[in-house]
Structures are given as C-alpha cells and as structure tokens.
C-alpha cells in the first residue's frame, strides 16, 4: 500500500505537533508536509520557492488547512485551491479553532470539503483526528489516487 | 333732460284737458274732500294716532294749501279701484293707469311721481334676464306684479320683508329681486345683515304701471287737477325736492310689518283686503272700545300686534327744526335707539344729547353743526340714558333740509342701535392687535414683499435670525440675505411663485448673518398678491440652522458609533479565536504529559512541558497587550507639550539591553518640533517601533527616527534597513493578532496598539516599503504644540 501524503497549512507549531501525533491514529500510515502560511503552502502545491524542483514530492492525498494564517489567509488558499484546475480535485479540510458561523459559511462557499474545529478537550482531539485521518486516508476514495500512476504529481 | 321736458309737457297737456273736463266738476272750497289711502307707507298711511304720514301725504297737503283746498284722509284698504267705484274717496293720491281696469270711470291726472323698480342681481350673473330663474320680492303688490310681467318666464319667490329678499340675493339663494329703487339705495347704503360683502348688480325695469297720478271720480276731476297743477309749481320752486328730500331713506318698515302679519297667511289680494279691512277695524274699535273699557278679545289681539309691530321698528327718525330749535318729528323707535319716551323726546333739544358719551359729546356737536351748516353727515357715538345704564353705540344720518332761498332749515336724522356691530368690530380689532403682537413676539420671521420682491413689512424677528434690524431690512429685496447660489438653485421656484397668484414654495435657503456666518433658513414663499389685504409675496423663515446641526452631528455620531461597534465586534471574534489558540496548546499536551508520566517516559514529559510552558507564556502576553490594548481608549492621560526629540530618547532609554544585545545603532533627529500628546503613549508607540525594527533586521540594525515635510503635517517616521514589508501587507499588519511570520515571538497586538494610539490622537499612520529601498519606514502625524508663525527672512536681513 502506498503512503499517502497530507499537506498541513498551520502557523502553531504546537498545534501541529498535536495534530501529526493523533491524525488517523495507528491505522494509517502517511507522509505529513507541514507548511506555516498561505504563501508556502501555495507554493508546495504549484513547486515554486522553496519547493521548486521538488518533482518527486506526491500530491496531498488531503489538505488541512487552519484559516488564521500569516501573508495569505487560509480562505484566499482555499479560493485558490478551488479555482485552479490542476488543484481543484484535492480534498480540502478546514481544521480551525473557530467555530463562527461566517467562517463556516465562508469556507463552504468556496467549496471546502470538510470544516472541523479544534476540541480544546485532549481525547476528544485524539478521537476527532483519529477518525478524520482514517476517513480521508483509508476510507475515502479521493481523485488523486485514481490517476493511473499513484504518486505522480498531476501537475506535470 | 328730454325725459323731463316730455313728463313736463304731458303733464300740462292732462292738466289742460282736465281743466276742459272739469266744466263739469268745479271745486268746492267749503267741502273737505277724502283723499283715500290703504296705507302704503313711505306714499301714505295713517299712524296709530289717526293722523296721516308719507310723502304723498306731506306732498299733496302742501299742494291743496297752496289750492285752498281741505283734505280728509281715509282709510279703504279695499283699495283704489273699489274706494273710487263705491265713492267712499273723493281722491287717491299716488296710483298708476292700471286703476281704470276695475274703475273705468276714474280720472287719472298725469303722473307726478314715478315708483320705479330695479332687478338686483349677483355681479355674476352675466346672461340678461334669460338667466334669471327664480326671482325674489319682498310683500307688496307692485313689484310682484312687475316681476310677473317683465320676468314671466322666471319663478316668483315673495319674501316677508324686502331684507329677507335682499338677503336671498346675496346668499344666491334667488337668481335676483325686484325691488323699488329708492329701497336699493336704501340698502347700498346700509345693506341688511351678513350682505356687506356681497357686490350686487342693478338694472333699472321699464314698467309704465309705476307712473303715479291723482286718481278721482269724474265728480272731483277737477280738485286732483288743481292739485295736479300746484305739484307742477312746487317742482318749479324746489318746494318738492325740499318735502321729498327726508323722505329719501327712508325704508317704509311699519307698512311691511302690517303687511306681513296679514300676508303670511294667505297671499291674495282678496285675503289681503280682508285682513287689512279686519285689522283696521280691530285697531279703531280697540282705541274706541277702549276708552268704553268695553275690551274684546279681538280689540285685545289687534292692539297687541300692533304694539309688537311698532316696537320691533328699530331705525329711530326724527326731525329738528332750526327755526322753530325743537324736534318737529320723533319716530316710535325712540324709546328702543336713544333710552327715552316721545314724550321726553318732545323738547326742546334732542334730550339724548345730555347721555352722549362726554368723549363723544364734542364730534357729535361738530357734526350737528356742520349738518346745520347744510352738510349730509353721520356719526358713531355712544350713549347712555338713566333708563338704560348699559351703554350703547349710535350711527347717526344727519340730514339737513334746505328751503327755496337756499337756507337750512331743518335737520333731518336717522339713528340706529349698532352697538352689536361696534362691539364686532371692537372685538375684531382687538383680535388684529393680538395677531400683530403674535408676529412681532414671535420667533419666526414673517415678511411681506410687493410684486418687485421689495420688503414692504418684516417682522422684528428678523433681527434675532440674520442680525439686521427690521428698519434696516424695509425696502431691501427680499431675497436680499439669500445666498447667491441658493436663490440660482431654486430660481424658477422662485419665479413662478412671484408670478403666480395663490402659487407657493417651500424651500431651505442658506442666509449670511450680519456677523457673516451662514444660518439654515425654512422658507414658505406665497403669493397672496391676489388676496386683500395683504396684497403681496409673504415670506414666513424659521432659522433651522441648529436643527440641521443637531441633524448632522446625529447622524456622525451614528456612524462613528457603528464603526465603533463593528470593531469590537471584529475584536471580539478575533480575541475569542486567538486566545484559543494557546488553551487549545495546553490542554492538547496535558493530556499527552498524562500519558508520558504513566509510562515513565521522562523525555517525552519534559519535552512537552516545554511547549506547554510556552504556550501559556504566550498566552500571559497576549492578554497583557490586549488589555493595554484595550486601556488606549478608557484611560486618558492629560495632554502636554513636550519634545518628540525627548520621547525618542526616552523610548531608546528603554529598549537600551535590546538594542545593545543586537548590536543596533539609532539616530535620533535632535531638532523635531514639539508635539501636543499624552508623552506615556507616544513613548509606547516609538517603543513598539523600535523593537519591531530591531525584530525583523538581519545583521546590523540601523534605525533612523526623524521628521519629515508632507506639503504642511510634519511627518514622523521610524526606519529600518531591515526586511522590508511587502506591499500587499501593508494595511494588514496593523490588523489585531496578525502577523507576516508565523515563527515571530510576537503576538500580533504591537502595531494595532500603535495604530490606536496614533488614532487616538487624531494623527495617522502608514507604513512605506518596497523592493528598491531596503527596509521599511513607519510614518505618522501628530497634533503640533502651538508654534509661533513661522518669521520670513527677506532678502535685506
């Protein structure tokens, strides 16, 4: 089985400690990109920056993303994941600690595929990101993994 | 005048057939000849005391004088026709042709005296008499028969009274009235109640039955000739006119109310004669039956009627004769106009001149004197008699008489009771005087300009609004304070309300104030040219300057107010989401801190305390700042004057372990101006700069703190040879909690602090930054200490 690759685009590094250490408990093995704002994270899924030249880095399988994000704001990443062609099949999972109607509504409207907030409660985090890996890694059947080459990047 | 020289010469022409004819009759110089009359006031009548009144009757007693002829006057209220027929009259005095219709027999003179009728119409009424439908007259016999013959085609309305005819007029409740003509002019003078204001339209009637002759039996042809003749002589010396002339006002009310009793039931002439035959006979039993003390119910009836219809006469007559200085002539209404008897009234003097208010007494006395001197004139005075106390307003026609050698003999009056109209017209003047003090007392300004827009009357008030007083303002345009603008703004509002009777506007105009400031005026423009009265174009302003300021500052503080709440909407939300963040920290590694003490995996149990003891250290200083944050705007320090140099080094003071750690050099500008500030903020808000300066510089920091000239402000700025911002960033860093890197120890609070601070005190804030010049540049106003002007170096210095 091959691993899977996440994107997360979160600026604490302390709450993606905590997410790379519950996502998807012992069940699902996965390779964890974590990015700190909207620029880089942009810029691992077009290989520009500090990406550039990465051609073996495998599209995300999913991509968390927080909304409260340093330069470029985890709604305007969303918008443009959603609005290009070459990214636009990639689930996108909204992980936040907001739980504002607006934001919500927000991300829905540009398409979001999933919207969770983050449980101040430590075993209600590990059973909500136990079950979102496992959902999003083993048993959702994503885009991505149907190209006929898994791992190629479908940007090429 | 041909219409006279014809009546002339008719007349002499029946009086010298007649003088043929009257081989048969001659005059008998020892008979007294019984001259009839139906009593037909003001012609002829005979008055409660038996003794005849009229003009026909003073007219034809002064013609048989001057005849030797005597003259009995009797009552036949059958009339003319029948009274000739029966002989029960020698003579009738005043009657037109038709009389030979029912008594073929009668001789008539040619006429003496013509009654002439007149149609009283609205001054609308534009179409002639086809127009007319319904046509009014008051309760005798000759103007109905008049309408009936030349108004045929027209409904015939008969009134009780000649005023209630009038009144049908004028109320348009008739199409017109026919009326006699020296009733018309009686009315134009003096018109019935409620109809002053009614214009009425009069178009004289040709009818030949209204020529008036001497009718008689063949048998004293001759006297009502000889009579005749001496009318004609009496023409000739001004003897008529002189008899006719007191005459003129007057309107026969005694007659119509005895007519009125009667006709009210049934109004045929055979009713009538029978009711007048019946009424006669009441009054002369009830004055013989009276002295017999043999009263009847009937005797009873009658005197009262005709008490109660001579004392509802309420125009007082009388008649003062200069030679003789007594009242030859005192009417029944004495008692009710003037407070005394006839009897009383007998004297010498008009005993009422004694009651004359003594205010009054000395215009009443001048116009009594000029009326003696031959002059017509009337007075309004008051009087009060012991009888009744109340006192009361007279209108008073003096009228003098005047005899053939051109002298004045006699004084002729008419008096009535208006003190109900004075009290009106008291009552209305008081009313007009309240309403004056109104406009001058009030706080709008009512102005009155002509057709040309010149002020013809300003109200007082104008002073307190635009500064001018009213003196001032009389005579100027009256758009004259408008500003300029304003009136080319609403010009063809303006002009069409200036051109336009009855048009208005309502506009809000700008006015300068004799101080020069602006003031909001309400202005309503009316065009009242065509009401009278007024006349003119009516400005009514009300200074609404305060209202429209009040208005204004509403609705700034409206939406300062929402701004203001939608911020802290803004920081609600973002506080709630970011102090989440480091409780969300916490608790995720508490619970793995759990886990690791359980296992004994120290380790992995200090490393995750690290964070933890991190995160809640971030915590502690977000909470600091933004309660520092939020204190910007509750805790106002006083303002002063003080050195922005100062503040610098102050700030630099306070960073010095900092800016000495990372090695960093700063400049301060030791001549920036003095600022106007709370000194404990801007020391913040350098401090803030400094360290962010400092924060994001690679090597060697190098800070410059300066001014600079924007056009007028002094510019302060704060700059950097550090990393620089990009320019999509720009407004967003001072945005709370946000941050360009996520690695930075910063909370994210500093620069919305700065941003506050700057704002708070009216001064502004940017950053400038961009890939050519390295670094970044903080730039920001603030309020300038008072400074002197700035002192110009001329050439010659």
């Known amino acids: 089985m091959a691993t899977s690759t996440v994107l997360l685009v979160e600026d604490d590094e302390n709450h993606a400690e905590l997410i790379r250490r519950h996502l998807g408990g012992h069940r699902v093995r996965f390779d964890l990109i974590h990015v700190t704002d909207g620029e880089e994270a942009i810029d691992y899924l077009l290989r520009k920056g500090n990406f550039q030249g990465l051609d073996a880095s495998p599209a995300p399988q999913v991509i968390l993303l927080d909304l409260r994000l340093p330069r470029i704001d985890g709604l305007e990443v969303l918008r443009f994941i959603k609005t290009e062609e070459t990214l636009r099949l990639i689930p996108v999972v909204i992980i936040s600690s907001s739980a504002a109607e607006k934001d919500v509504r927000d991300s829905y409207r540009l398409n979001a595929n999933g919207y969770v907030v983050k449980p101040l409660d430590f075993k209600e985090f590990r059973s909500l990101m136990k079950e979102l890996g496992i959902y999003w890694l083993d048993w959702n059947q994503s885009a991505s993994l149907a190209s006929p080459k898994p791992g190629q990047s479908p940007l090429q | 005048m041909p219409g006279s020289q014809r009546f002339l010469a008719a007349a002499l022409a029946a009086g010298f057939i007649a ?75 005043a009657v037109g042709p038709a009389v030979t219709q029912r008594s073929p027999s009668a001789h008539l003179t040619a006429p003496w005296i013509r009654n002439s009728y007149a149609l009283v ?24 028969r008049v309408a009936s013959l030349l108004l045929a085609h027209a409904g015939q309305v008969v009134f009780p009274s000649r005023d209630e005819a009038w009144r049908a007029v004028c109320e348009n409740k008739v199409d017109g009235a026919i009326l006699e003509i020296r009733v018309i002019q009686f009315f134009s003078i003096q018109p019935p109640g ?10 004289g009637l040709d009818y030949p039955g209204s020529n008036l002759s001497i009718a008689a039996p063949p048998k004293s042809a001759a006297v009502a000739d000889a009579l005749r003749d001496e009318i004609e002589k009496m023409v000739e010396s001004r003897e008529l006119s002189a008899i006719l002339e007191p005459w003129a006002y007057y309107n026969a009310d005694d007659a119509q109310l005895i007519y009125r009793e009667n006709l009210n039931r049934r109004n045929t002439l055979l009713a009538y004669i029978i009711a007048g035959v019946l009424l006669a006979a009441g009054v002369l039993s009830a004055l013989q039956w009276r002295r017999n003390h043999l009263l009847s119910k009937a005797a009873v009836d009658a005197e009262q009627r005709l008490k109660r219809i001579l004392s509802s006469i309420q125009e007082v007559v009388w008649s003062y004769s200069l030679s003789d200085q007594k009242l030859s002539y005192v009417s029944s209404a004495v008692e009710a106009v003037y407070g005394c008897t006839r009897e009383e009234s007998g004297g010498k003097s008009p005993p009422w001149r004694e009651w004359i208010h003594p205010e009054d007494r000395d215009s ?64 209305r003047k008081a009313g007009e005087e309240r309403f004056r003090k109104l406009i001058e007392k009030g706080t709008d300004v009512i102005a009155l300009a002509d057709a040309e827009g010149r002020i013809v009357f300003i109200s007082p008030s104008v002073a307190d609004f635009i500064g001018y007083n009213h003196e001032e303002m009389s005579g100027l345009p009256v758009l004259q304070c408008i500003l300029p603008e304003d009136v080319q703004a609403h010009q063809s509002e303006i002009q069409s309300v200036f051109r336009t009777p009855g048009a208005y506007a309502n506009l809000e105009l700008r006015v300068r104030h004799k101080d020069g400031s602006i003031r909001i005026a309400e202005c309503r423009f009316r065009n009242l040219t065509n009401i009278e009265g007024v006349g003119g174009i009516v400005v009514n302003s009300r200074d609404i300057t305060e209202r429209r300021q009040a208005e204004q500052d509403k609705g700034r503080l409206i939406d300062e107010l929402e701004a203001r709440n939608a ?34 995996d120290m380790e992995q149990c200090r490393a995750d305390l690290t964070r933890l003891r991190h995160a809640s250290g971030k915590m502690e200083r977000m909470l600091g700042e933004l309660l520092e944050l939020s204190r910007v705007g509750l805790v106002a320090h006083p303002k002063e004057k003080v050195s922005f140099s100062k503040l610098a080094r102050e700030a630099a003071a306070l960073l010095k372990g900092e800016l000495d750690a990372s090695n960093a050099r700063l400049e301060i500008d030791a001549a920036m101006p003095d600022v106007f500030v709370d000194p404990g903020r801007i020391v913040q808000v350098l401090q803030n700069l400094i360290e962010n300066a400092v924060k994001f510089s690679e090597s060697k920091p190098v800070i410059k703190i300066g001014v600079g000239d924007d056009d007028v402000t002094p510019v302060f700025f704060v700059k950097d040879n550090g990393i620089g911002i990009e320019p999509q960033y ?29 704002e708070m005190h009216g001064g502004k804030i940017w950053v400038e930054s961009n890939e050519e010049a390295e670094g970044s540049t903080f730039c920001f106003t603030l309020p300038l200490a008072a400074v002197a002007p700035p002192v110009n170096f001329s050439e010659g210095l």
Request: contains cysteine.
């Open chain 2, 364 to 427: 009443f006395e001048k116009t009594f004197r000029r009326a003696a001197a031959g002059d017509a004139v009337s007075i309004e005075y008051r009087i009060r008699s012991p009888q009744r106390p109340q006192p009361r307003w007279i209108l008073e026609r003096l009228t003098p008489v005047i005899d053939s050698s051109g002298a004045v003999t006699r004084i002729d009056a008419a008096a009535m009771d208006v003190t109900a109209r004075m009290e009106a017209e008291l009552a």
């Open chain 2, 567 to 600: 911020e802290l909407e803004r920081f609600a939300y973002t506080v709630s989401h970011d102090l989440k963040s480091p409780l969300i920290t916490i608790r995720g590694y508490l619970g793995f801190i759990e886990e690791a003490a359980e296992k004994g």
């Open chain 2, 19 to 93: 003088a043929l004819i009257g081989c048969r009759s001659v005059i008998d110089r020892n008979k007294t000849y019984r001259i009839g009359t139906d009593n037909s006031l003001p012609y002829h009548a005979l008055n409660e005391q038996g003794r005849p009144e009229g003009f026909a009757v003073d007219v034809l007693e002064a013609a048989a004088r001057r005849a030797g002829v005597r003259l009995e006057w009797v009552l036949a209220t059958e009339g003319p026709g029948p009274a000739i027929n029966s002989g029960a009259v020698d003579l009738w005095p």
């Open chain 2, 121 to 144: 119409a609205r001054r609308d009424l534009k179409g002639g008499f086809g127009e007319i439908r319904t046509i009014a007259t008051g309760p005798f016999l000759m103007p109905q």
């Open chain 2, 730 to 758: 720009h407004s967003r860093i001072f945005e709370l909690f946000e941050k360009l890197d996520p690695q930075s120890e910063g909370t994210g609070i500093g620069l919305s602090l700065v941003r506050r601070i700057i």
């Open chain 2, 194 to 203: 409620g109809c002053s204001e009614q214009p009425l339209r009069v178009t």
